[in-house]
């Protein structure tokens, strides 16, 4: 069996409400040893994990898709909202007796809120050793300018 607890809002805090945070966690601990089952649980529901960058020209989204196709993952631009979504397909194994069990497979959509609107046209991805890279040229408008100052 493993703990797989969700953090609650009173976690940090003193008194009966953050006893009952120590105690989850020292249970978990008990149930499962040293595991990343209190990381899975922190995440939980925040799939793709993701990083945003940028520069002058670009933002740049690097999602974890681990084990996924490509021809299975969507991305839209709307503005400056991007939507990820797709479904991670992981086989039941027929027969086996799990011991634990932290991969999650089923359908994920994930929006991403930008500072500003990007030029849709010309947004380009990749998909390379489970890394999807969106590359998100920004819109003219949004990029920084050089004014020329006449005197």
């Given at each position: 069996?493993?703990?797989?607890w969700?953090?609650?809002?009173?976690?940090?805090?003193?008194?009966?409400?953050?006893?009952?945070?120590?105690?989850?966690?020292t249970?978990?601990?008990?149930?499962n040893?040293p595991?990343?089952?209190?990381e899975?649980?922190?995440?939980?529901?925040?799939?793709?994990?993701?990083?945003?960058t940028e520069?002058?020209?670009?933002?740049?989204v690097y999602?974890?898709l681990?084990?996924m196709?490509?021809a299975?993952?969507?991305?839209s631009?709307t503005?400056?909202?991007?939507?990820l979504?797709?479904e991670?397909?992981?086989?039941?194994?027929?027969?086996?007796?799990?011991?634990?069990?932290?991969?999650k497979g089923?359908q994920f959509?994930?929006?991403?809120t930008?500072?500003?609107n990007?030029?849709?046209?010309?947004?380009?991805?990749?998909?390379?050793?489970?890394?999807?890279?969106?590359?998100?040229?920004?819109?003219?408008?949004?990029?920084?300018?050089?004014?020329?100052?006449?005197?």
């Amino acid at each position: 069996m493993t703990g797989f607890w969700l953090d609650f809002p009173w976690e940090g805090q003193g008194g009966v409400a953050g006893e009952l945070g120590r105690m989850r966690r020292t249970l978990d601990f008990l149930a499962n040893g040293p595991s990343l089952a209190s990381e899975a649980a922190r995440t939980a529901g925040v799939f793709p994990l993701t990083n945003v960058t940028e520069d002058a020209d670009n933002f740049y989204v690097y999602a974890e898709l681990p084990g996924m196709d490509p021809a299975d993952i969507n991305i839209s631009i709307t503005g400056k909202t991007l939507s990820l979504s797709g479904e991670r397909k992981i086989d039941p194994e027929e027969g086996a007796s799990y011991h634990r069990k932290e991969r999650k497979g089923g359908q994920f959509n994930r929006t991403i809120t930008l500072k500003t609107n990007v030029d849709a046209a010309k947004v380009e991805a990749n998909f390379v050793h489970g890394v999807l890279t969106v590359v998100l040229p920004k819109a003219e408008e949004a990029k920084p300018r050089q004014i020329a100052v006449k005197g």
